[in-house]
């Protein structure tokens, strides 16, 4: 009976986290939905904005390198006004379809992390409840942090170096949009998920896999998962991963400080035992 019980409470958890999982795929479903239908605004404006000489970030790195009276690429972009090319029949339709859906976990990531702090909420104490109160707007923060980077430099100078990077005159740089949406969107899901570095070292920290001792001891050879993580993740141009790698770092630095915190708060709450 009492197994019976187990495997009625076992199935009970599966069938609830069943549907966290069809409402979050519903709230994707929904504004993928909403991208689709406004799809051209969403290309002109966001997908394809980089591609504009007047692009905001192009504008700011001009300006800023004019202070120290230094030439640059950037006050010069120069995208030779070409098209993307589309060479299969179904490529602007499948392309439209699978960049709105991308964006649409972008756009309900914090609802998908309040589903998912919904299914484990009930197996955490009071205590831990009130203290973890504020995941979700740190994650969420976190993330779009990430978006607006990767959207206002990573992608600006990746897509910048990549369009005018030419062997020889010989050769004729004819992208396609499945390239160029991959890169950005690539960009944009990668970069961001690496900016809840915190929060997972937080969680791992939590349950005892990390320590503030062991981030440290591992400090340089993070430094060279960061730097694979950034070529992965970005173009195979040193300007790019650096930009990404320095941030990653700083993120780093900040979950040894987390990592740190958390173990005080264990060590002050098994005093208090």
């Known amino acids: 009976m009492a197994k019976q019980q187990k495997e009625m409470s076992f199935l009970g958890h ?58 640059s690429d ?13 060479i299969k029949v179904t490529s602007q339709l499948m392309n439209s379809i699978w960049s709105s859906f991308i964006l649409g ?66 050769i004729e740089n004819s992208f396609t949009l499945e390239s160029h949406i991959s890169l950005v969107t690539n960009m944009l899901l990668g970069v961001s998920v690496l900016f809840e570095l915190p929060v997972l070292i937080y969680f791992l920290t939590k349950i005892g896999l990390i320590t503030p001792e062991f981030l440290k001891k591992y400090r340089k050879h993070s430094l060279v998962v960061v730097l694979v993580l950034a070529a992965v993740i970005t173009p195979p141009d040193v300007a790019s991963q650096i ?13 040894i400080k987390v990592s740190q915190r958390v173990i005080k708060n264990q060590e002050k709450n098994a005093n208090k035992r």
């Open 105 to 170: 976990i972008v756009v309900a990531f914090p609802y998908l992390l309040w589903e998912l702090w919904r299914f484990i909420a009930p197996g955490l104490t009071e205590k831990e409840v009130s203290k973890s109160r504020g995941f979700i707007f740190i994650a969420s923060l976190l993330f779009f942090i990430g978006v607006l980077f990767s959207f206002y430099v990573i992608a600006p100078i990746s897509i910048n170096f990549l369009y005018n990077y030419q062997i020889t005159d010989a």
């Open 74 to 86: 950037f006050c010069a972009v120069n995208f030779n006004e070409k098209k993307l090319q589309s």
């Open 243 to 255: 930009v990404v790698a320095i941030p990653i770092l700083i993120l780093y630095e900040i979950s």
């Open 14 to 71: 599966l069938e609830e986290l069943r549907w966290h999982l069809v409402r979050s795929a519903g709230a994707v479903f929904i504004f993928a939905v909403v991208f689709f239908i406004f799809a051209e605004e969403v290309y002109n404006h966001f997908l394809l904005a980089h591609l504009k000489p007047d692009f905001i970030t192009y504008e700011i790195f001009c300006k800023f390198f004019n202070l120290f009276s230094m030439d």
